[in-house]
T-cell receptor
Framework: AQSVTQLGSHVSVSEGALVLLRCNYS??????LFWYVQYPNQGLQLLLK??????LVKGINGFEAEFKKSETSFHLTKPSAHMSDAAEYFC?????????FGAGTRLTVKP | EAGVAQSPRYKIIEKRQSVAFWCNPI?????LYWYQQILGQGPKLLIQ????????DSQLPKDRFSAERLKGVDSTLKIQPAKLEDSAVYLC?????????????????FGEGSRLTVL
């Protein structure tokens, strides 16, 4: 069965600092991987997705993620954090016909 | 294009009462999902429909939860009787593709969710 593990339930950074949110996956077949963001009292919004076309994936709002097969990782990064980035972030893996989510990482951005 | 619509946004009930949530997916999306998101956790799939048929309901607590999508469009999720541990956000999502991994990594489109508090 496919699954993802997010390392760190809470990450705090200063405005302008690098954002790094960690995700490791487990899959017996080449995975499709996703990062979603959830703002308070809202649903999940797609940030980016990996479809095997390129290992470095660029998403919305300046976020990007790199697929590393050797490390079974798909970490999310942003060079410079903005206050508006404060939210919950979920890594997900897509199976044949379902999608499984990690437990989430809450990002706090300090002024 | 209108997004996934859910109602009500918030519901407070007492344990042993019943509650129903409604979802209208994006027009033309064949696949509809109900997820349960407990505070501090990631969404957990409860049930998946392809048109009006159930694809996967293995994690649906069938003694108290039920869901239907009679005409292959909108869907209703019901809980009866509710327990304290059912307090969560119930997220509805839809996708145009059934086979997510086959048709180019299809994504899910989520509604804003229905927050249930059971007292």
């Amino acid at each position: 069965a496919q699954s993802v593990t997010q390392l760190g339930s809470h990450v705090s950074v200063s405005e302008g600092a690098l954002v790094l949110l960690r995700c490791n996956y487990s899959s017996s077949v080449p995975p499709y991987l996703f990062w979603y963001v959830q703002y308070p009292n809202q649903g999940l919004q797609l940030l980016l997705k990996y479809t095997s076309a390129a290992t470095l994936v660029k998403g919305i709002n300046g976020f990007e993620a790199e697929f590393k097969k050797s490390e079974t990782s798909f970490h999310l990064t942003k060079p410079s954090a903005h206050m508006s980035d404060a939210a919950e972030y979920f890594c997900a893996v897509s199976g044949y016909n379902d999608m499984r989510f990690g437990a989430g990482t809450r990002l706090t951005v300090k002024p | 294009e209108a997004g996934v619509a859910q109602s009500p946004r918030y519901k407070i009930i007492e344990k042993r009462q019943s509650v129903a949530f409604w979802c209208n997916p994006i027009s033309g999306h064949a696949t509809l999902y109900w997820y349960q998101q407990i505070l501090g956790q990631g969404p957990k799939l409860l049930i998946q429909f392809q048109n009006n048929g159930v694809v996967d309901d293995s994690q649906l607590p069938k003694d108290r939860f039920s869901a239907e999508r009679l005409k292959g469009v909108d869907s209703t999720l019901k809980i009866q009787p509710a327990k304290l541990e059912d307090s969560a956000v119930y997220l509805c999502a839809s996708s145009p593709q059934f086979q997510l991994a086959v048709h180019g990594a299809g994504e899910l489109f989520f509604g804003e969710g229905s927050r249930l508090t059971v007292l």
